[in-house]
T-cell receptor, first 110, second 115 residues
Framework: SQQGEEDPQALSIQEGENATMNCSYK?????LQWYRQNSGRGLVHLIL?????REKHSGRLRVTLDTSKKSSSLLITASRAADTASYFC??????????FGQGTRLTINP | ETGVTQSPTHLIKTRGQQVTLRCSSQ?????VSWYQQALGQGPQFIFQ???????GRGNFPPRFSGLQFPNYSSELNVNALELDDSALYLC??????????????FGPGTRLTVL
């Protein structure tokens, strides 16, 4: 079963706009990670935020984590056509596995 | 590029057959995890190998098995294939330390179709 739930399931915006995706989870975590997947191929790691961190930046990406609400958000600023992909949050539990949500399908329209 | 490779890219099998999927991890990584991703879903954890020993398993039956070798290669074996085994199979390598799930680097996946 999947722990994380991404919201929305699909998002379509114009190039240059900002895109925000949300993730909720159920159990305590070590960290939360965001991945991107293009066209059903391998996942590309975007950013990892640890449970004792609240916000993290990487280029045009900004991730927040609220452990009291068991939620995270991913903001992509100044979106580009190349950002079109599926985005997954994954919670790190112990030393073993990542538990993924079902993903948000992001489409950037030119 | 993550430095993780998988073979083959695509594979077609029939129900009841057996299949072996291969993965080559990043040099220096001591952990490999395997995930199954059905169409339209997020990846589901199958199992993880740490220093050549199984180190955790998801909700998959024993006909899913694996091996990890000292040369950073690993295998996922599936016996008695069922139609529902059709999926994208992803391996991910990582350097496990201090009992924490660190960044996992994914290969491009093997698309398995069971007819």
């Amino acid at each position: 079963s999947q722990q994380g739930e991404e919201d929305p399931q699909a998002l379509s915006i114009q190039e240059g706009e900002n895109a925000t995706m949300n993730c909720s989870y159920k159990t305590s975590i070590n960290n939360l990670q965001w991945y991107r997947q293009n066209s059903g191929r391998g996942l590309v790691h975007l950013i990892l935020i640890r449970s004792n961190e609240r916000e993290k930046h990487s280029g045009r990406l900004r991730v927040t984590l609220d452990t009291s609400k068991k939620s995270s958000s991913l903001l992509i600023t100044a979106s580009r056509a190349a950002d079109t992909a599926s985005y997954f949050c994954a919670t790190g539990q112990g030393a073993q596995k990542l538990v993924f949500g079902q993903g948000t399908r992001l489409t950037i329209n030119p | 590029e993550t430095g993780v490779t998988q073979s083959p890219t695509h594979l077609i099998k029939t129900r009841g057959q057996q299949v072996t999927l291969r993965c080559s991890s990043q040099s220096g990584h001591n952990t490999v995890s395997w995930y199954q991703q059905a169409l339209g879903q997020g990846p589901q954890f199958i199992f993880q190998y740490y220093r050549e020993e199984e180190n955790g398993r998801g909700n998959f039956p024993p006909r899913f098995s694996g091996l990890q070798f000292p040369n950073y290669s690993s295998e996922l074996n599936v016996n008695a294939l069922e139609l529902d085994d059709s999926a994208l199979y992803l391996c991910a390598s990582s350097l496990q330390r201090a009992g924490s799930t660190d960044t996992q680097y994914f290969g491009p996946g093997t698309r398995l179709t069971v007819l």
